[in-house]
């Protein structure tokens, strides 16, 4: 059975020092963690409807917003694909 692992390297809610990495480092192969530059914690969630922006400005500011040149839309497809391969293979590897 493999394990796969993401974590933003800008998430300063659970920091990938100390969250991903002690985890990271107990992985055998084929398992494989994921550090997945100017990401933040939420950088995992879909992009926000915009009228969260003008209904509740907290939470927008909070779950919505990436650092400075994270495209979190460009990520959500290249995540989402790596996830999908990633149990199809584990699902086929049990026939």
Known sequence: MA????????????PHAGNVAP????LTAPSKAYRV??????????PCDPAVEAANPRIWELACTDPAGFDRVAFQRRFN??????????LTEGD
Do not use: K
């Open 3 to 14: 394990l796969q692992l993401w974590g933003g390297a800008e998430d300063v809610r659970v």
């Open 23 to 26: 985890l990271a480092a107990a």
């Open 37 to 46: 530059a100017s990401a933040g914690h939420f950088a995992f969630r879909p």
């Open 81 to 90: 694909a790596a996830v999908v391969a990633f149990l199809a293979a584990q």
